[in-house]
């Protein structure tokens, strides 16, 4: 089966930070239900400097923040204060409306750290995207793990490979993370229509592609794709059950339909509007809706 080359493109979230965004793009903009896909660092800040992504709202999807290096302060206007560390999930279930704040903790600020990870987005099924607001912390101890023949797995969410992810999810998805050895050969979950894979390091073949760090491709309907490793590897797959309809998306606004986009454009704007409220802790900065 031939697989689609994801290219990704550089975006700058301020303060010089740059992340390399694979989704949405002209060739995929959704693989299963993600909708968004941000790999961030590896970066260094200096001591007293850190990540400052002020409060924000979304609608209409679910965020997970991975980390493989450094630490996050999660706040948001649920009242939730959490830090996530190298394999835990933060799973925020926006909803009908969040706002949140991501921040380097006082410690890490202070001595200066390394941040690397990755972000994605999640479109929740047209039932559920006005659903309240959740957020949900899973310590890396409650993740399932699975040795196999030439590597290791961890199920950050969904269920691949015979094991399933305590994260609350609203349809059949995955995202696992794979330690490979040179070598391995690893199928696609069989379960799932939609598939994809990031490498994060070294270089992996799927369905005729050759990838390198920093490459993605995905595999839609058809015979699931074998993942084969030419060089030790650190990667990512990803995907699903094929999204319910096409969604659209501004901003941090994902949605079945423009007039819901265009209502939390609205309400964003209303300082402490009652679906957007402040964040506790957090409450002195906002970003202000984009002028496009």
């Known amino acids: 089966m031939t697989a689609i ?12 930070f740059v992340v390399r965004r694979l989704l949405p793009n002209l060739k995929a903009r959704h693989v299963g239900p993600f909708v968004f896909f941000d790999h961030f660092g590896p970066a260094s800040f200096h001591e007293d400097a850190g990540l400052d992504i002020r409060p924000h709202p979304h609608i209409g999807l679910a965020t997970v923040t991975w980390l493989f290096e450094g630490a996050l302060r999660h706040r948001d206007s649920l009242g939730s204060l959490v830090d996530i560390h190298p394999g835990d999930v933060n799973w925020m279930t926006a909803g009908r409306g969040i706002v949140h704040s991501e921040r380097t903790p006082p410690d890490e600020r202070h001595h200066g750290q390394d941040i690397h990870g990755v972000q994605v987005w999640v ?16 310590g890396k101890a409650s993740l399932p793990t699975k040795d196999i023949d030439g590597g290791s797995l961890v199920v950050v969410v969904g269920d691949a490979y015979g094991e399933r992810s305590p994260v609350k999810v609203f349809s059949p998805m995955f995202l696992v993370q ?15 229509a939609e598939s994809g894979v990031y490498v994060i390091e070294g ?5 005729g592609l050759t990838l390198g760090a ?14 084969s490793v030419d060089d030790d590897a650190l990667v990512m797959l990803f995907g699903g059950e094929k999204l319910d309809g096409e969604r659209h998306m501004w901003w941090n606004f994902v949605a ?24 506790p802790g957090d409450e002195n900065e906002r970003i202000p809706l984009p002028e496009h």
């Open 256 to 279: 079945s339909s423009p007039e819901l986009i265009e209502r939390a454009k609205a309400d964003w704007k209303v300082a402490n509007h009652e679906r957007f409220p402040k964040v």
């Open 123 to 138: 479109a929740l099924p047209k039932a559920h995207e006005e659903v309240e607001p959740e957020f949900h912390h899973h």
């Open 178 to 192: 794979a330690r490979l050895r040179r070598g391995t050969r690893l199928p696609m979950p069989e379960e799932h």
């Open 203 to 207: 270089k992996v073949s799927l369905g």
């Open 5 to 16: 080359s994801i290219e990704g493109k550089q975006r700058d979230l301020g303060d010089g």
């Open 214 to 227: 920093k490459d993605m491709a995905v595999a839609f309907d058809g015979e699931r794709p074998e993942l």
